[in-house]
């Protein structure tokens, strides 16, 4: 079975400061990995995903990760975020095409001016 | 243009009672998922279709039942309502024929109180 850790439920952060969200995974084998944002009573939007080949993905809104397969991490990092970036956002893992997205319990960014 | 679209967005209802909520997707795709995120956030999943065909049921309460009348459209019927459904559902697609074949879309979801 797959898990999915998100290490911080709460990442108050000034703006224009860099930001970085914690994400491990556990599973016997090996995984698709996303990142998605959820903006206030919306929906979830993917933000980015690795599915293999270079282990540095980058994002929209100006959004990286990087999957470290020895530490099981997908770490989600902005150097410098916007008032706008206020949301909460999910990583999750899927091992194959087709199948179930489990995912992390969210962590919420809240953008201070 | 809307990719995965939801009605109704909110539902309102009483202990008991019977509800449906539709999803239906304009992109083609063959796998439809049910979602719920609970008052914490946590989101799991609920079922999956794949070309109408019921490929994942997570141990949910035979009180909701997926229908899948198309592949484009998933809907969820959920019966004798309680106050533990109280939660937003998320309807979302992908295809396992494209590229992009491992990444779901998620609709604007569906918030349901039940009171």
């Known amino acids: 079975a797959q898990s999915v850790t998100q290490l911080d439920s709460q990442v108050p952060v000034f703006e224009e400061a860099p930001v970085e969200l914690r994400c491990n995974y556990s599973s016997s084998v090996s995984v698709y990995l996303f990142w998605y944002v959820q903006y206030p009573n919306q929906g979830l939007q993917l933000l980015l995903k690795?599915?293999?080949?270079?282990?540095l993905v980058k994002g929209i809104n100006g959004f990286e990760a990087e999957f470290n397969k020895s530490q099981t991490s997908f770490h989600l990092r902005k150097p410098s975020v916007h008032i706008s970036d206020t949301a909460e956002y999910f990583c999750a893992v899927s091992e194959a095409a087709g199948n179930k997205l489990t995912f992390g319990g969210g962590t919420r960014v809240l953008v201070k001016p | 243009d809307t990719a995965v679209s939801q009605t109704p967005k909110y539902l309102v209802t009483q202990m008991g009672n019977d509800k449906s909520i539709k999803c239906e997707q304009n992109l083609g795709h063959d796998t439809m998922y049910w979602y719920k995120q609970d008052s914490k956030k946590f989101l799991k999943i609920m079922f999956s279709?794949?070309?109408?065909?019921?490929?994942i049921n997570e141990t949910v309460p035979n009180r909701f039942s997926p229908k899948s009348p198309d592949k484009a459209h998933l809907n969820l019927h959920i019966n004798s309502l309680e106050l533990g459904d109280s939660a937003v559902y998320f309807c979302?697609?992908?295809?396992?024929?494209?590229?992009?074949?491992?990444?779901?879309?998620f609709g604007p979801g569906t918030r349901l109180l039940v009171l």
């Open positions: 690795y599915l293999s080949g270079s282990t």
């Open positions: 279709y794949n070309n109408k065909e019921l490929i």
């Open positions: 979302a697609s992908s295809s396992r024929d494209s590229p992009e074949k491992e990444t779901q879309y």
